[in-house]
Structure formats: C-alpha cells, structure tokens
C-alpha cells in the first residue's frame, strides 16, 4: 500500500522490525490521520534512512508498527552548522524549521552581547526541526544545541571549521562569499547584530571569511535563510 504520512521515530529501522508508538504518535496516526490497521506509514529515525511500515496495531494510548522494506537509504546533510542568536519566540521556532528544512546538520543557539534570551527551550526546538524534517522528506534531523555563549564557543572553535560570518556592517560592499567546500559554520546576530566587540573578535578569527547579504539589512530570520541559500548553492548538496 501507498504510504503518505511520514513519521519520525526514536527507534532502530530494519526488516521485520517492531516500532512501539508512544501515546502522542499513536494520536496524531490514528485520532487525527484516521489511520488503522493494515495502514501504511514511512518511518526515519535519522540514521537508518526511511522505511515502509505497517500499523499492526492501533489503540487510543499506543500502537504498533512492523516495518517493512526501506524506501531510501540514510541522506546527510553537507557539514554545516547553523550558528544564530534567538530572536522572539516564533521567529526562532521559524529558523530552526528552515535551518532543517534548508540542510543544515547542526543548529547552534548562540547568547550574543545583544541576545535577548537568556535561555532556550532546546526540546520545543528539537520538535520543530524533527517536525520539518518529516514535511520535507529528509531522513536526517538536525541536532539543535543547547544554547552557547559566543565567546565559550569562538574559544573553542574547530580549527577546521570555517565561519561565514554575515556582516550587516558590509551591506554597502561586495563581499560574497569565497572559499572552499568542507566543514563550514554560518553566523548571523541577533535585531540588535553583533556588538562592535563581537565583530572585531570575529573579524580577526582565522577561520572566518565576512560576507554581505546584499545593500539591505535583513532581518535575522530572513538572513538565516538567505545565508542557508548561499551557501548551499556554492558548496553544499544542491548542485
Ligand atoms: N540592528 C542591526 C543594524 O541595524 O545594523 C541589524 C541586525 S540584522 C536584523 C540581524 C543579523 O542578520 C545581522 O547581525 C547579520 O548577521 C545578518 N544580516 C542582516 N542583513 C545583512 C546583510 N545585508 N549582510 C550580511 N548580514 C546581514
């Protein structure tokens, strides 16, 4: 049978394998879907590619799965992080679903001077990007991180790891983005941007190359997409 619904589970996927669902899946399959027996579902887990599966069982509080045959293997996303400041609550909510959506493999909340959030809700976060990336058809979720302030993080920083680092203050000037492919990070600051501290600190880091995103500053949620954009058609997995 035809399977449209496509489910993220935190289960191992394989041939003849038995998926238990929790009380929320269970809900979502059978109240809202008005899925039963015999029903057929694609799984991913984020790392056994997606699967078709069968519902075997269907109850108010649970149910089951067996599954079948794999429809696709595993598919990871290029090597890139997503760093950001959070903004309000539903445009963060929106830069975690296009970070997931777009490819990104890690999702970095980032305290900047400027950063209004003093915390995150990582797990409300971490549902937003599973949920996005069950619409979009990837077999892989990224992770979102706890939050880390700037300065902890460019401490430690990867020497591998190249930055691009979105500049409003270059929005006059030509600056598009140079380098080569491999494990790259994406910065973009909070309303306020980067503190003239932050941007010198960033400015001077070996590993990061400023770029502008055109003559108009952006706000952070689109310059999160607009960045993603860039960046995936010059090195990631759109080519
Ligand atoms: N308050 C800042 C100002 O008026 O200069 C604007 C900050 S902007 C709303 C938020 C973030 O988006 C910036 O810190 C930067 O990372 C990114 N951004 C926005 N427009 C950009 C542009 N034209 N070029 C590069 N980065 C941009």
């Not at 399977?3 to 998926?19: C, F, S």
């Amino acid at each position: 049978m035809d399977a449209k619904i496509r489910l993220y589970v935190d289960h191992p996927l394989g041939q003849e394998q038995t998926v238990p669902l929790d009380r929320a899946q269970a809900h979502y399959l059978f109240g809202v879907m008005r899925q039963a027996v015999g029903g057929a579902v694609l799984l991913f887990n984020g790392r056994d590619g997606e699967w078709h599966a069968t519902i075997t069982d269907a109850g108010k509080r649970g149910g089951a799965l067996r599954v079948d045959a794999q429809t696709r293997p595993l598919q990871m996303p290029p090597d890139l992080w997503l760093c950001f400041a959070p903004i309000k609550k539903a445009r963060t909510d929106f830069i975690v679903e296009k970070a997931a959506e777009m490819g990104a493999a890690r999702i970095v909340p980032v305290q900047t001077e400027f950063t209004n959030a003093g915390r995150i809700q990582r797990d409300r976060l971490q549902t937003h990007a599973v949920e996005a990336a069950e619409q979009c058809g990837g077999t892989y979720v990224p992770e979102v991180a706890d939050l880390y302030r700037m300065d902890r993080l460019l401490d430690q920083w990867p020497g591998d790891r190249r930055i691009m680092f979105c500049d409003e203050a270059l929005s006059d000037d030509q600056a598009p983005l140079a380098g080569d492919p491999g494990p790259w990070a994406i910065f973009i600051g909070p309303e306020g941007g980067f503190s003239d501290r932050e941007r010198t600190r960033l400015r001077e880091h070996p590993a990061a190359v400023p770029v502008s995103l055109g003559p108009r500053i952006l706000r952070a949620d689109t310059a999160a997409v607009a960045a993603l954009t860039v960046w995936q058609q010059r090195f990631g997995d759109w080519q």
